[in-house]
């Protein structure tokens, strides 16, 4: 029988009492002791996609078009059953391997070379890496069989997030990379209530069964993007597409090889396995698609958005700001749908709720650490005092980019003789940015903790606290970058004056500081207030 990725246990979890099994898709919904928590595969690539492909299926068997339909589905969960009876028309594109169509893979099958099932995942080294011995952060050689639930995961994975690959290897709808978003609904909540608090919800989603092959690409031969069949992008507006491919585009294509029984080199279950794939150039070239579970970014009003991408495997509230609250200032920063929706829908329900945000950060194809983070979402009890906190935490974001910039300009006016141009010490100031953030981050959050305790409190009080907190750290990240030097007196007198600088700026004179100021709505100093009515001829 042919492995099916809605009826057969498709992937690990971990349930309310601690127990770990294998679970199908609707046994996802299961209640009480038993009831999974999470999903629990050894890899957290693979954890964040199952989530997103959960996303994609439950939207896909239940179409929640309008509030009405996700409030019915929140406040009386569908279980195992009626979850059963709703994947029932969708269960036939769901076939791993056997005769017709396979999951994410070419309808009509693929000839030529073997690659190593492991070229799947995305931190395993490409040819060119492997061939030069550089593969230093990615690795090889780890997987040389894969069972089918991780092989299926495993191209899973790769045709979500697929990075740049070489000519004609189609990179995902969101770009290599992109970072992925979720609400996570009160404490420890079950992993069907996860799925359901962030399920995407418009008209658009609706569907006929005409339009299967729209959303589920396997099911129709291929939209080849090479020069002699047309390069042109397929958009999410486009008569053969539909906004539900989102869960299940198809960049690369791709027809797995499967092999004898054996054990499993990731999972440790043994089974059929899967021990390669054949690949073939120019997929689906995705064009401009809004992913609902990505942020996104534009330069400038009106530009194109793209996917907001990690750099590092570290998240803090600089990057909270814009994927929580959004931007209008500078890169306009737009969150992503689902996050959206399930702020309001978990606000209007009095839920507090936590942000689980994860991706690959990427350096083109390499993979140089995978993200995985939970912080606070900081619900209010209304609209109008949600707004007011959104305010204050980008004020409290603005103000600390600002006191970056001027620590980092103090650091290169104390080190480096004028005009210089500090390329090659780019990591040390990279180091003093981070421990810049790492000492504001608690005190971030707890101030919008302090805020939604005490709406009435923030104020110029409040404000003032964040400035002299902004400027203790810029003041300790500036001595460990730059200590005195006691045996260079030209050195010193350099360090000395780029810290008095500092100082000024903290205190509001300077361009920088008045602007500082300017973003925490405190008044200037008098004696800059003077200086600039001298300046007007007042």
Known sequence: MPFNLLQDPFCPIVTRTGARRWSTFPELAAAGDDEPVDFDWPRADFNIAALEFALGVATLAFQPLKASDWLRLWNDPPGPEATRDALAPFVHAFALDGEGPRFLQELDGLDGETNPIEALLIDTPGANGQKKNADVLTHRDRYPALGLPAAAMALYVMQQFAPAGGAGNRTSMRGGGPLSTFAIPGARPSLWRIVLANLPQHANLEFDAEDLPKILPWLAPTLVSDKARG??????????????????????????????????????????????????????????WRHPATPYRRQKQGAEPYSVKPKSARFGYRDWTPVVVGETEGAIAH??????????????????????????????????????AEQPLHLAANEAAQDALDIAAKRATRAAEAAVGMLVHALRAALFSEGAKPATDRALFEEARAAFYNATEDAFHDRLNARLEAPEADGEVSAREWLNLLQRAAFAAFAAGAPIPLGDALRARRVAKAFRDLRAGFSGFGKSGQALFQMLELPLPETTTARKGKRNGK
Not at 341 to 363: F, P, V
């Open 335 to 372: 969150p992503a749908e689902i996050l959206k929706l399930a702020r309001q829908r978990l606000r209007g329900a009095g839920i507090d709720a936590s942000l689980r945000a994860a991706g690959w950060a990427m350096n083109n194809m390499e993979a140089v650490a995978y993200l995985c």
């Open 231 to 288: 390069e042109r992008p397929v958009h999410e507006t486009d008569a053969d597409a539909h906004p539900l491919q989102a869960f299940f585009g198809m960049p690369r294509r791709v027809a797995l090889r499967f092999a004898g029984a054996g054990v499993c080199q990731i999972t440790g279950e043994a089974g059929p396995l899967v021990d390669g794939f054949v690949q073939k150039p120019w997929g689906v070239n995705y064009g401009l």
